[in-house]
């Protein structure tokens, strides 16, 4: 079965109880498939934590929840050697890292030290505890989530960090016909929406998903579409709006993804639309504003898009 009728079975399956959210579930899969890292914001009560277990299920994957708070401590995340009396030996007791999808909820309420401790595991899939590596589950996908009426936080997280999620999602509100079918749901039923994860169907397997990534590294993507990405990236280094502009590892970002983007929607090749579908999440987490530009209540995503405007199509 093609990356594109697996990608359309695991969208519907989550859209029985993410109501509403067609385009963000369908980044989010892009970023899954692609093997890179989410970093959510939006308001509470979205439903950012039942999508993320609704995922889980429906790819039939290990989820586990990190609530984080500014007591938490690295080994709180990735584990600890544990003395035990009775053999007088340690012992490793795994942390929550050792997942398939690690929900890192308000990961902007913890120190720097330990939102550290999950650089290694994005980045190599693999944690050390007490000098010895140890490889991590596959698949592997973090998704962190952050209040946007508390951006700042009490740690902002840093550039390294965010540069480390593939793409950055925003969770909007519904319109209100998405939120009256949300509510029919409810009708004689009590038992809320995350009781209702149980009703999804797994749909792929991890070998699935490996098929899936070996179709898409055969995507074929021409020279022009490949100049037409790097041709945005430069932009946003020269643009008089943008203080620091996206880095290489951006451009690498927008490649995978836009041939995610074309494999699920059932082509070898990518086109320039695959390009501009996916910018705006690969970028806007990773490119810092000027501050008179933020003062002139201007956001980043209008910025990216004047920069994304002025870059030549090609044909």
């Known amino acids: 079965m093609t990356v594109a009728q697996k990608s359309k079975q ?22 899954f498939i692609s093997g890179g890292h989410v970093l959510m914001e939006g308001v509470p009560g979205l439903g950012k934590t039942l999508t993320a277990k609704s995922l889980a299920k429906a790819v039939k994957s290990d989820f586990k929840r990190v609530q984080f708070t ?3 401590m690295p080994s709180d995340i990735i584990g600890t050697n544990v003395f035990n009396a009775k053999d007088a030996e340690f012992h490793l007791k795994k942390g929550p890292v050792f997942t ?20 290694e595991a994005m980045e190599e899939r693999s944690v050390t505890i007490d000098g010895e590596t ?18 700042e936080g009490t740690y902002p997280l840093p550039e390294a960090q ?19 079918q949300l ?12 009781a209702r994860v149980e009703e999804i169907a797994p749909v792929i397997t991890p070998e699935d998903l490996a098929e899936c990534r070996a179709e898409i590294a055969a995507v074929n993507i021409e020279e022009g579409v490949l100049h037409y990405i790097t041709g945005i990236t430069f932009a946003t280094r020269q643009s008089m709006q943008i203080m620091l502009g996206a880095s290489p590892r951006a451009s690498i970002a927008l490649l995978l993804c836009a041939r995610t983007a074309a494999a699920m929607s059932g082509r070898d090749y990518v086109l320039p639309e695959d390009v501009v579908d996916v910018a705006l999440p690969v970028l806007r987490h990773r490119v810092i504003l000027r501050p008179e530009a933020g003062t002139a209540g201007v956001n980043v ?15």
């Open 70 to 72: 500014p007591d938490l």
């Open 100 to 119: 398939n999808i690690l929900l890192a909820d308000e990961i902007n309420r913890t120190p720097p030290k330990t939102q550290s401790a999950l650089l």
């Open 301 to 315: 995503d209008n910025v990216l898009m004047n920069v994304i405007r002025k870059v030549e199509i090609p044909r």
């Open 183 to 194: 509510l029919r749901g409810y009708q004689g039923n009590f038992t809320g929406a995350h």
């Open 10 to 31: 695991i969208i519907d399956e989550l859209s029985k109880v993410v109501i509403g959210q067609e385009d963000f579930l369908r980044h989010l899969l892009i970023a």
């Open 162 to 180: 965010l540069d480390r999620f593939l793409m950055k999602l925003y969770v909007n509100y519904i319109s209100r016909e998405s939120e009256d």
């Open 134 to 151: 140890m490889k991590l589950p596959a698949p592997f996908f973090v998704i962190a989530t952050q209040n946007p009426l508390e951006y």
